[in-house]
T-cell receptor, first 111, second 114 residues
Framework: AQRVTQPEKLLSVFKGAPVELKCNYS??????LFWYVQYSRQRLQLLLR??SRESIKGFTADLNKGETSFHLKKPFAQEEDSAMYYC?????????????FGKGTHLIIQP | EPEVTQTPSHQVTQMGQEVILRCVPI?????FYWYRQILGQKVEFLVS????????KSEIFDDQFSVERPDGSNFTLKIRSTKLEDSAMYFC????????????FGPGTRLTVL
């Protein structure tokens, strides 16, 4: 069975500092990895997915199959980045696969 | 921009009662999902639905639960004989056929079982 681990429940950094939210996964095949974000009083929304290899709101994430990691990074944190961040995994079989989520990391950006 | 909607936003029920949580997925989406999040815990997958049938379900989705697409727009989750431990946020999500892994979430229904 697949599993997603986010070791940090809470991460607090100062504005302008680099941010790295850790995510490790276990899955026997080649999964698809995602980062979802939930701002205060808003719904879960997709931030980025590994197959897109794009930067969204300054965030990037690289899939490292050797380390089975998909860490989320941003070089300079902004106050509006404060939110809950969830790493999620989907088996790559296609179709209506359920996502397996990590427990989430609460990111607080201090002014 | 189209969004997934869910009603009600908060449902309070007595233990043993049946509840129906409602979702309106994005109109051209074909895949539908239910997740739940017990307070302080992770978001957990319950079930996915495609082509008018269950596509995948988790161990949580036992005989107490059922899903239905009663018409062309609604997608419902029924929980029979609710238990205290069913108290949670329930999220509906949908995705399109061309981008089935990009799931769009609703705002959630908070279910409180007393």
């Amino acid at each position: 069975a697949q599993r997603v681990t986010q070791p940090e429940k809470l991460l607090s950094v100062f504005k302008g500092a680099p941010v790295e939210l850790k995510c490790n996964y276990s899955y026997s095949g080649s999964p698809e990895l995602f980062w979802y974000v939930q701002y205060s009083r808003q719904r879960l929304q997709l931030l980025l997915r590994h197959i897109s290899r794009e930067s969204i709101k300054g965030f990037t994430a690289d899939l490292n199959k050797g380390e089975t990691s998909f860490h989320l990074k941003k070089p300079f944190a902004q106050e509006e980045d404060s939110a809950m961040y969830y790493c999620a995994l989907s088996p790559s079989g296609g179709g209506a696969d359920g996502l397996t989520f990590g427990k989430g990391t609460h990111l607080i950006i201090q002014p | 921009e189209p969004e997934v909607t869910q009603t009600p936003s908060h449902q309070v029920t007595q233990m043993g009662q049946e509840v129906i949580l409602r979702c309106v997925p994005i109109s051209n989406h074909l895949y539908f999902y239910w997740y739940r999040q017990i307070l302080g815990q992770k978001v957990e997958f319950l079930v996915s639905f495609y082509n008018n049938e269950i596509s995948e379900k988790s161990e949580i989705f036992d005989d107490q639960f059922s899903v239905e697409r009663p018409d062309g727009s609604n997608f419902t989750l029924k929980i029979r004989s609710t238990k205290l431990e069913d108290s949670a946020m329930y999220f509906c999500a949908s995705s399109s056929k061309s981008s089935y892994n990009e799931q769009f979430f609703g705002p959630g229904t908070r279910l409180t079982v007393l």
